[in-house]
């Protein structure tokens, strides 16, 4: 079953410091990958995604994340967190050719920056 | 430009009730898809609708059953709620037309508690 792996729960991290949220996929076949953000109570937001082209891909708010076939992974990095980027981000990945664009999603990294 | 619409934002029911659901896409979009997203978990595809039909369903009883008006709007029907259907429950919205079916746009969502 195709299914998206997102390795941690929850990531505490200082404002300023970097981050990275980790993403694994189960695939054999051309994928699209996506990132949402979901702050508290709200619908999810379109951070970035990689559809085709450059594997780095850069999206709102200062994110970007790295395509990486061979590993099957798309992890999300932003260089210096802020204390607004507290949120939940949920990675998605469907599938080229499929009879739809249905999105399978992980279970979501909660990203929790302190002062 | 309008982002994609919900309504109503909550609702409470009890257990045997029907509910319904309603959305409207993004402008210039064409396809709405129905996600259910459970308290700390991920969201999982329900259906979606493209020309007024249903072109792929996920792992979800009869009792989950969806609309689509020509004006591409949308509704979500359950039938018979189970305490279990309790969830915030997600449009998004694409465009076959405009040839990106692969990026949807979340709406707020409808919180659903059944009682």
């Known amino acids: 079953a195709q299914s998206v792996t997102q390795l941690d729960s929850q990531v505490p991290v200082f404002e300023e410091a970097p981050v990275e949220l980790r993403c694994n996929y189960s695939?054999?076949?051309?994928?699209?990958l996506f990132w949402y953000v979901q702050y508290p109570n709200q619908g999810l937001q379109l951070l970035l995604k990689?559809?085709?082209?450059?594997?780095l891909v850069k999206g709102i708010n200062g994110f970007e994340a790295e395509f990486n076939k061979s590993q099957t992974s798309f992890h999300l990095r932003k260089p210096s967190v802020h204390i607004s980027d507290t949120a939940e981000y949920f990675c998605?990945?469907?599938?080229?050719?499929?009879?739809?664009?249905?999105?399978?999603f992980g279970t979501g990294t909660l990203l929790a920056v302190q002062p | 430009d309008a982002g994609v619409t919900q309504s109503p934002t909550h609702l409470i029911k009890t257990r045997g009730q029907q509910v319904t659901l309603r959305c409207s896409p993004k402008?210039?979009?064409?396809?709405v898809s129905w996600y259910q997203q459970a308290l700390g978990q991920g969201p999982q595809f329900i259906f979606q609708?493209?020309?007024?039909?249903?072109?792929q369903r996920g792992n979800f009883p009869d009792r989950f059953s969806g609309h689509q008006f020509p004006n591409y709007s949308s509704e979500l029907n359950v039938n018979a709620l189970l305490l279990g259907d309790s969830a915030l429950y997600l449009c998004?919205?694409?465009?076959?037309?405009?040839?990106?079916?692969?990026?949807?746009?979340f709406g707020p969502g409808t919180r659903l508690l059944v009682l």
């Open positions: 998004a919205s694409s465009s076959i037309r405009a040839g990106d079916l692969e990026t949807q746009y």
């Open positions: 695939s054999s076949v051309s994928v699209y």
């Open positions: 990689y559809l085709s082209g450059s594997t």
């Open positions: 998605a990945v469907s599938y080229y050719g499929g009879a739809t664009n249905k999105l399978i």
């Open positions: 402008s210039g979009h064409d396809t």
């Open positions: 609708y493209y020309e007024e039909e249903e072109r």
